[in-house]
């Protein structure tokens, strides 16, 4: 089954985590593929380090945000994108996964940042259990998506000046 999470609210990798820690727990092997994070120090990063049974994947290198990116910086992660797509299909095709958690996969889409044809073989894959999150899903995840949850922002700390907290979002 595909579950995507989507939406302006938080919650979207919190609740991927969540079904990640559900699967580990019940011992099937996870896949947590996170794209456009580079190497940001995240609260999650060491939570999984210590679970045997999740592989966490991601690039090795922090790009910033799109819009500050140059063609170069665009090449690169898209390179690094490519190859954790090719890393997950063939953890698929050696049934070395039960859950494969997309984190983040709307934004390299919605940007053009990776092989869609590589997307599209994991999201046609049915051995698996896939989580995509981001916001503004395209079309065709949400035509995909057997689970659809869309987190709604009501309120956040952010419109009153509150940055970001270590340990709640990030």
């Not at 609740?15 to 092997?29: K, N, Q, V």
């Not at 456009?36 to 999740?54: C, F, P, R, V």
């Not at 992660?77 to 090719?86: E, F, R, S, V, Y």
Request: aromatic fraction near 8%.
């Amino acid at each position: 089954m595909i579950h995507l999470y989507t939406g302006d609210g938080k919650g979207k990798t919190t609740a991927a985590l969540g079904l990640a820690l559900r699967a580990a727990g019940s011992g099937m092997p996870v896949i947590f593929a996170q794209f456009m994070k580079g190497s940001q120090d995240t609260g999650e990063l060491h939570s999984l380090a210590g679970l045997e049974n999740i592989r966490v994947m991601r690039c090795t290198h922090d790009f910033g945000f799109y819009a500050c990116m140059s063609e170069e910086d665009k090449q690169r992660i898209t390179k690094m994108h490519d190859q954790i797509l090719d890393s997950i299909l063939e953890e698929i095709d050696q049934g070395r996964c039960f859950l494969v958690v997309l984190d983040e996969i709307t934004y390299p889409v919605k940007w053009k940042l990776l092989d869609m044809d590589k997307l599209q073989r994991i999201l046609s894959c049915r051995e698996i259990e896939l989580v995509c999150t981001g916001r503004d899903a395209a079309d065709f995840l949400w035509n995909a998506a057997d689970y659809i949850t869309k987190m709604c922002c009501v309120r956040h700390p952010f419109e009153k000046g509150i940055a970001a907290r270590k340990g709640v979002e990030y």
